[in-house]
């Protein structure tokens, strides 16, 4: 079983904005990391650290962090958001990285 | 621009093995650690193993730890993932990443291989 949890499915209105989260203890100690990743395709780095960006990215994603929560944030969802969301971050051991078991977002 | 190739997946039978490739190019490949992450059909994805940038320290989950073995060449910027005993639940996309830097953020994923563990 994970050790980070995630809601299996979230749904958002165009242009909305919608929250994702992802529960875990090693959220604690490690920042989370979140992916895209569309059908038949390889994941996508969307945010990483504390609120960082890959290049490319839109700024409509953003994250934050609280507790044993991390979060992502997408302001003003557009349909091109609607895709299968992963946190990761490492596990308790520190050794090992650890995925959340994914949030399918659907725009509508 | 950064390229992960990955290579080597097919059909094999249950206890046979297989050996994945991933080829590297766009990036100073022995700077970087590197990981191999899977998903199986319709499910979320489940990582696999770590290798240091100089190979030093490997990690693997416990799903595989015993059966798979990951290692890398840097002269040829290549990671490997060896699977032996291979089991039906290990059928899945494998994807070869690249770490960020320190930290356990992957910045960068293969397409992916398929590997399909049937009688």
């Known amino acids: 079983s994970s050790e980070l949890t995630q809601d299996p499915a979230v749904s958002v209105a165009l242009g909305q904005t919608v929250r994702i989260t992802c529960q875990g203890d090693s959220l604690r100690s490690y920042y989370a990391s979140w992916y895209q990743q569309k059908p038949g395709q390889a994941p996508v780095l969307v945010i990483y650290g504390k609120n960082d960006r890959p290049s490319g990215i839109p700024d409509r994603f953003s994250g934050s962090s609280s507790g044993n929560t991390a979060s992502l944030t997408i302001t003003g969802a557009q349909a091109e958001d609607e895709s299968d969301y992963y946190c990761s971050s490492r596990d308790s051991s520190g050794h090992h990285l650890v995925f959340g078991g994914g949030t399918k977002l659907t725009v509508l | 621009q950064v390229q992960l190739v990955e290579s080597g997946g097919g059909v094999v039978q249950p206890g046979g093995s297989l050996r994945l490739s991933c080829a590297a190019s766009?990036?100073?490949?022995?700077?970087?650690?590197m990981h191999w992450v899977r998903q199986a059909p319709g499910k979320g994805l489940e990582w696999v193993a770590f290798?240091?940038?100089?190979?030093?320290?490997?990690y693997y989950a416990d799903s595989v730890k015993g059966r798979f073995t990951i290692s890398r060449d840097n002269s040829k910027n290549t990671v490997y993932l060896q699977m032996n005993s291979l089991r039906a639940e290990d059928t899945a996309v494998y994807y070869c990443?690249?770490?960020?830097?320190?930290?356990?953020?992957?910045?960068?994923w293969g397409q992916g291989t398929l590997v399909t563990v049937s009688s």
């Open positions: 766009g990036f100073t490949f022995s700077s970087y650690g």
């Open positions: 990443a690249k770490e960020r830097t320190t930290g356990a953020t992957i910045d960068y």
């Open positions: 290798i240091r940038y100089d190979g030093s320290n490997k």
